[in-house]
């Protein structure tokens, strides 16, 4: 059962989607890290000053009373809270990665049809199956007319 499973993992697909994988989980927080880090806060401060990361809705108070500062304080009280600045930061990455998905699809297509096959330039006789030009009305080989 080992040796079967080892050669399961050991072929190229499944290799493939493992390194597939793991550089999306890290392209996943190297996006995080851009949205959260550099795209955020100037947008913030384009709209006064506003963290994303901080937007809440208080549900439920928790042990203390509020308002609370930020989500880590309203969160270390046990207030129930909808977090959607977080949403908000997420959608972006999503969007961001989206994106970038697009992009590398869009030139791995590109590539694809560069090396797209020429057109032929045999066919087949249908009478003797030999290989004659495309262009040919008469096969050389038998004569047949084409």
């Keep these: 059962m080992l040796k079967e499973f080892r ?6 697909s499944v290799v493939d ?8 989980v890290a392209f996943g927080a190297i996006i995080k ?4 880090d550099v795209l955020m806060p100037p947008i913030g401060l384009l709209l006064g000053q ?3 990361s901080n937007l809440f809705a208080v549900l439920r ?3 203390t009373a509020g308002p609370y500062v930020s989500l880590a304080a309203a969160k270390a009280a046990g207030a129930v809270t909808v977090n959607y600045g977080l949403f908000v ?3 972006i990455s999503f969007v961001i990665v989206a994106f970038a998905v697009f992009l590398v699809i869009k030139n791995l297509n590109r590539l694809k049809k560069a090396e797209a096959p ?3 330039t045999t066919k087949d ?3 003797c199956c030999t290989a004659i030009p495309v262009a040919a009305t008469r096969c050389p080989n038998c004569t047949s007319p084409l």
């Design 89 to 91: 930061n997420s959608i």
């Design 17 to 24: 989607m493992a390194v597939g994988i793991i550089i999306g």
């Design 118 to 120: 020429a057109a032929p």
């Design 125 to 127: 006789c249908p009478h």
């Design 61 to 63: 108070e928790g042990a």
């Design 33 to 36: 890290s851009l949205v959260d």
């Design 7 to 12: 050669d399961f993992a050991m072929r190229g």
């Design 50 to 52: 506003v963290d994303f």
